[in-house]
């Protein structure tokens, strides 16, 4: 059984940082794609980072070199460190677990940045 739990999220200024992480249960981690994606009001979910299980990555247009998503395996967490964020990061974040086909979703949290 996959669960997953996110920490991390807030209130921020334009310009600041923050750091997401997201904790996983179950026996798969290491062998899986972990991922986060975002969803702003009135906006379909969009992917924000993936990382694979042999630790290649690839982001989202918006957000290319100002985050980067990371793992550890020994700790079945995720991260997600933002930087030099806007306004329009603002949004519920939700971590992500896809494994052959099967995938798994945590509850989100909010991340919003003001101007």
């Known amino acids: 059984q996959v669960q997953l739990v996110e920490f991390g999220g807030g209130l921020v200024q334009a310009g600041g940082s923050l750091r997401l992480s997201c904790a996983a249960s179950?026996?798969?981690?290491?062998?899986?794609?972990m991922g986060w994606y975002r969803q702003a009001p009135g906006k379909q979910r969009e992917l924000v980072a993936r990382i694979t299980s042999s630790g290649a990555t690839n982001y989202g247009d918006s957000v290319k070199g100002r985050f980067t998503i990371s793992r550890e395996n020994a700790k079945k967490t995720v991260y997600l460190q933002m930087n030099s964020l806007k306004p329009e990061d603002t949004g519920v974040y939700y971590c992500?677990?896809?494994?052959?086909?099967?995938?798994?979703w945590g509850q989100g949290t909010q991340v919003t940045v003001s101007s």
């Open positions: 179950g026996r798969i981690f290491s062998i899986s794609t």
């Open positions: 992500n677990q896809a494994k052959e086909g099967a995938t798994w």
